[in-house]
T-cell receptor, first 113, second 114 residues
């Protein structure tokens, strides 16, 4: 695998389910990001991890819980979601502290019923 | 703090016509500028970037952009578009010396008609 991979690509869950999204980067970067992309809305930054420590959390509801066990892996744990949480969730990586571009995964299309 | 404004939410154009997608930014410090493209059901991928040096930057797929510091703009251009250029385009800025976390514009949907 190369670049940034995300699994699953599609996920349908009920409001009472618990699920996790997984992201893996094969680029040797030290920072990873979660974004939410809803229809007709700007890209929303959710979480930023640098060297496995959370450096930014943009007031995301507690039903979203990130985990970064090492610099290559990032998870987003989901529980008791709402229908308005349905969106494309994008993971990205980069070298933190430099003006470098981000590399994005293909995203997970989440539908909450 | 920096901000990015993409002035057009949607740009329709005919195939083989030229196109310009506009991006303006606001920052009190020097910046790094990026254009990304997102095809349906995919993540964003880098088209081009300005870090320093020449203000005219060439990217992939025949796109180019010009950094204009006095007008705080970084407009994206292509002289002749193809149907396959239909996608969402995002401008992004990173302010130097800060958190280095990018700020994205709202995106411009380029629709190329045959």
């Amino acid at each position: 695998e190369t670049g940034v991979t995300q699994t699953p690509r599609h996920l349908v869950m009920g409001m009472t389910n618990k699920k996790s999204l997984k992201c893996e980067q094969h680029l040797g970067h030290n920072a990873m990001y979660w974004y939410k992309q809803s229809a007709k809305k700007p890209l929303e930054l959710m979480f930023v991890y640098s060297l496995e420590e959370r450096v930014e959390n943009n007031s995301v509801p507690s039903r979203f819980s990130p985990e970064c066990p090492n610099s290559s892996h990032l998870f987003l744990h989901l529980h008791t979601l709402q229908p308005e949480d349905s969106a494309l969730y994008l993971c990205a990586s980069s070298q933190f502290g430099r003006g470098d571009e981000q590399f994005f995964g293909p995203g997970t299309r989440l539908t909450v019923l | 703090a920096q901000s990015v404004t993409q002035l057009d939410s949607q740009v329709p154009v005919f195939e083989e016509a030229p196109v310009e997608l506009r991006c303006n930014y606001s920052s009190s410090v020097s910046v790094y500028l990026f254009w990304y493209v997102q095809y349906p059901n995919q993540g964003l991928q880098l088209l081009l970037k300005y870090l320093s040096g020449s203000t005219l930057v060439k990217g992939i797929n025949g796109f180019e952009a010009e950094f204009n510091k006095s007008q705080t703009s970084f407009h994206l251009r292509k002289p002749s578009v193809h149907i396959s250029d239909t996608a969402e385009y995002f401008c992004a800025v990173i302010a130097s010396g800060g958190s280095y976390i990018p700020t994205f514009g709202r995106g411009t949907s380029l629709i190329v008609h045959p």
